[in-house]
């Protein structure tokens, strides 16, 4: 029996030597150890032995499985490795080699101007809201404190689905979503798109950008107004930029301002673009929130005041990178693109 054992542990472990391939592994693996292979079959044997032989036998036996257990374990760590040096050798890449070039887009004027007037409103301490660009009449018009009448309100100007459903026409919906969601006091902005039925031309687009602005506490002023634009315009524009408040009308606030700057192109020394006056067409929109509004979202406007602005993104674009067409900016004409 040891001639035996001696014999399959020769034999196999030349075998296992010779081998190529992991199938050809498993089916030496099945020759010596299978349930019916070489080894197997001898270890069945040894209950005829004789007491004194068996221990010896055993472990002569289990020696040789075990070392035929090690060389197969070895040639199958050779043979994955030599496949895997194969495979980094057959699919290498060579990065050196010249591709076509790699266009990377990068972002439209519009948005670029957008997320840096977020940036600098949240560095102010401004959280941003978001709202739905279908809204209610009630939430654009009504709690707004936008009069029956009030011609925006008309189908003329105003997108309607029914009665009580509308694309919105302003940001300002969203002024009122943030205060009856958290009450007082805020300090919010939001952005994006607002409908009006207005036909297109250079500088008017049924689709366009805005931004808008809400703070309400305690205490607040037209003072805290005046300071906060001022900051916005300098840090947004440059120092030198200056402004100029007029009064005006807006539903939702009282009193109501416009918010011109100083003439990009001339610097506010008079020239055809600000038909010589040094100052260029109006920036923003803002006030001081009306009390009804307050009222109209559950905020005492006995202990809270509050400030408001909105202005369009399309047109901080347009002065920003001497656009002179809004058409342009949705065209996605690449050349266009292409520039910023
Ligand atoms: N919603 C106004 C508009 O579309 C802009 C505006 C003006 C927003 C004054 C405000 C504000 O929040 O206080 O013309």
Redesign the pocket.
């Known amino acids: 029996m040891k001639e035996q054992l001696q014999k399959i542990k020769e034999e196999s472990l030349n075998l296992i030597k010779n081998i190529q391939n992991i199938k050809e592994i498993e089916e030496i693996r099945v020759k010596y150890l299978g349930k019916k292979g070489e080894l197997t079959s001898i270890l069945k044997g040894m209950k005829d032995l004789s007491n004194e032989e068996r221990p010896a036998m055993g472990a002569l036996a289990n020696e040789v499985r075990e070392e035929i257990e090690k060389a197969i374990e070895n040639k199958k760590t050779d043979i994955n490795e030599k496949i895997l040096e194969k495979k980094l050798h057959d699919e290498r890449i060579d990065v050196t080699l010249k591709t076509d070039e790699l266009i990377l887009g990068h972002r439209h004027p519009l948005k670029k101007t957008l997320e840096d007037l977020e940036d600098l409103f949240t560095h102010m301490g401004f959280t941003v809201y978001d709202g739905p660009e279908i809204e209610t009449v009630e939430n654009n018009f009504d709690l707004l404190n936008a009069p029956k009448d009030h011609p925006s309100r008309d189908m003329s100007d105003t997108f309607y689905f029914d009665k009580n459903t509308i694309l919105r026409?302003?940001?300002?919906p969203v002024?009122i979503r943030a205060m009856k969601e958290h009450g007082a006091p805020i300090r919010m902005i939001c952005s994006g798109r607002?409908f009006r039925s207005d036909e297109v031309d250079a500088t008017h687009s049924p689709m366009f950008h805005?931004l808008?602005?809400?703070v309400v506490d305690e205490n607040i002023s037209i003072a805290n107004l005046i300071d906060s634009l001022n900051y916005f315009v300098k840090s947004f524009f440059g120092e030198d930029m200056k402004t100029r408040f007029r009064p005006h009308y807006?539903p939702?606030?009282e009193p109501?301002l416009e918010v011109d700057t100083t003439c990009p192109r001339c610097g506010g020394e008079g020239c055809p673009s600000c038909s010589h006056t040094g100052w260029s067409m109006e920036l923003?929109?803002?006030?001081m929130v009306h009390p009804n509004v307050l009222r109209n979202c559950g905020i005492d406007p006995e202990k809270y005041s509050g400030?408001?602005?909105?202005?369009g993104i399309d047109r901080i674009a347009m002065v920003r990178y001497q656009i002179s067409d809004i058409r342009m900016m949705f065209d996605n004409n690449k050349k266009f693109l292409e520039q910023f």
Do not use: D, R
Request: aromatic share 18%; with cysteine; hydrophobic share 40%.
């Open positions: 026409s302003q940001t300002s002024q607002v805005q808008e602005g809400l807006f939702f606030t109501s923003l929109g803002c006030g400030f408001a602005f909105g202005m």
